[in-house]
Nanobody, 115 residues
Framework: QVQFVESGGGLVQPGGSLRLSCAAS????????MGWYRQAPGKERDWVAL???????NYREAVEGRFTISRDNAKNTVYLQMNSLKPEDTAVYYC?????????WGQGTQVTVSS
């Protein structure tokens, strides 16, 4: 069973930056398309960014140009660099494969953007 452990969240002021990390068990990071998702209070979990096995990236329109997803296959880790953060980016952030594995969701990492 693949498991993901997210870290790097925190409280940041609008306009600030954070770098999230997602450590995966096994070698799934290098084999699968990986994605970052987020769930804001009272809302459903949504896809935010993805990176394919070949390194192609794609982003939700709301984060395009501000977020960057990357992957270190040797470390089985996926990253999300988040710049120019806005209050509407406040959410719990998760990683998973694309499409997601229902039994592999981790605890997520809380990102709060507030002054």
């Amino acid at each position: 069973q693949v498991q993901f452990v997210e870290s790097g969240g925190g409280l940041v002021q609008p306009g600030g930056s954070l770098r999230l990390s997602c450590a995966a068990s096994g070698t799934i990071v290098s084999m699968r398309a990986m994605g970052w998702y987020r769930q804001a209070p009272g809302k459903e979990r949504d896809w935010v960014a993805l990176i394919t096995g070949g390194g192609t990236t794609n982003y939700r329109e709301a984060v395009e140009g501000r977020f960057t997803i990357s992957r270190d296959n040797a470390k089985n880790t996926v990253y999300l660099q988040m710049n120019s953060l806005k209050p509407e980016d406040t959410a719990v952030y998760y990683c998973n494969t694309i499409p997601s594995r229902p039994n592999s969701w981790g605890q997520g990492t809380q990102v709060t953007v507030s002054s």
